[in-house]
Every structure is written in C-alpha cells, then in structure tokens.
C-alpha cells in the first residue's frame, strides 16, 4: 500500500526558533500534500493544502508567514513553523494523494510529527 | 454543531465484544473516511467509502447516504484495537476532509 513518511517524528525546540517538517510519499507521487493541526484531545484540523510547483492554499486563521509549506517536488512537502512559540506545540500530521488515484478521496496519512517549543 | 458529530465519544469494552462506532454528518458529501489513530499518534487509514459496505479483516464499515450515516463494526475485539477512531468526509469534489471528535475505544482483558 501507499506509505508516507514524517521527519523527524518528534521535535523540541527553544522559543524563537524555525522547526522544518519533512512529508515524503514514499512509493507513489503525490499531487496533493495536505498538512493538519491536531492539539491534545482534539481532532484534527486542515492547516493548508499544497500542490506540487504551486504555492500552497491556507485555510482560513492559518498564517502563511508562520506556517511556510513548499511542494518542491512529487514525493516531499516541507511545513517549517517559522519564530515558533509555546503555543504552536501540536501534532502535526501530513497525508498525501496520489496523481494517479482512481479515486479522488484517497489519501494517505504520514505518522505525525510531535513538536514542543519551551 | 459540528459537520461530523461520533457516537458514543468513549466506549470501554472487554475483549471479544462486538463494536460499533456511529458517525452522522449534516452536510452531502462525496466519500466517508474510518481512521485509526493510536496512542502514539499515527494515524492508519481504516476505510474509504462512498456507498454500501466494506469489509477488512474483523472490521466492517458501512454507509448509508441517505440518512447520512455511518458505521464503524469491530468483531471480536481484542486490546491491540484500542485507539482513537475518527470519522472524517469529503464534500463535493474536494480532497479536503472535515473531521470528527473522535471515538476513544479502550478494550480490556
């Protein structure tokens, strides 16, 4: 089946500080890469979503100055949190959809990236 | 009120119970996700459906579009199944998904 990839899978970080999350499609090329949010306790929720060669779309409250995503290539999406502060500590998830699917609604989730920002 | 709403949002069971996880949307969607996420935080993609039903393994998932439902089935479960399962659909043509709360499943010995 379709794999992705998360790197690193946990990150600390002193306050003030960039962070750089890595998302790789590992065995098929993704057209679409999206990242999610999700706090402690709550579900998760769309932060933006990124094509491959064009800027990404933010959702609605998301900084795109904060939350800089780059689609470079078909397999890796990179979210860097940029002057990250305590309250950007979150889970941060990345799932992937293939160019090829049959289906438009398949897509397939990385394994999460723990960030803490003291 | 939320889009996606789960029932129940915690359920305790003993080893070998049959499960079942509701989930109801209010909006017309297009396909309906069944997601697992464990205690470490991966997230494993269940099912993706559109119509009907599936089967994988000892888990079922089925869907009715017209009443705007869905359920999530675990026969014989067993402690390895305990995770968060979450429910989460696509609306329209679009690849985005809007989730829901979450079900939090603890089977026990």
């Known amino acids: 089946g379709a794999v992705v990839s998360q790197h690193p899978s946990w990150v600390i970080c002193k306050s003030g500080t960039s962070v750089k999350i890595e998302c790789r499609s590992l065995?098929?090329?993704?057209?679409?890469m999206f990242w999610y949010r999700q706090f402690p306790k709550q579900s998760l929720m769309l932060m933006a979503t990124?094509?491959?060669?064009?800027?990404?779309?933010?959702e609605q409250g998301v900084e795109k100055d904060k939350f800089l995503i780059n689609h470079a290539s078909l397999t890796l999406s990179t979210l860097t949190v940029t002057s990250a502060h305590p309250e950007d500590s979150s889970f941060y998830i990345c799932?992937?959809?293939?160019?090829?699917?049959?289906?438009?609604?398949?897509?397939?989730f990385g394994p999460g990236t723990r960030l803490t920002v003291t | 009120k939320n889009e996606v709403e789960q029932s129940p949002q915690n359920l305790t069971a003993q080893e070998g119970e049959f499960i079942t996880i509701n989930c109801s949307y209010s909006?017309?969607?297009?396909?309906l996700h069944w997601l697992q996420q464990h205690p470490g935080g991966g997230i494993v993609s269940l099912f993706m459906?559109?119509?009907g039903k599936k089967k994988h393994g000892r888990l079922i998932a089925t869907i009715n579009i017209q009443e705007k439902h869905s359920s999530l089935h675990i026969t014989a479960s067993h402690p390895r199944d305990s995770a968060v399962y979450i429910c989460?659909?696509?609306?329209?043509?679009?690849?985005?998904?809007?989730f829901g709360t979450g079900t939090r499943l603890q089977v026990t010995l």
């Open positions: 799932s992937a959809k293939s160019g090829t699917s049959r289906f438009f609604y398949e897509q397939y």
């Open positions: 065995d098929f090329q993704a057209t679409t």
């Open positions: 990124s094509n491959e060669g064009s800027k990404a779309t933010y």
């Open positions: 909006v017309g969607i297009s396909a």
């Open positions: 459906l559109s119509s």
């Open positions: 989460a659909v696509n609306t329209g043509t679009a690849s985005k998904l809007t």
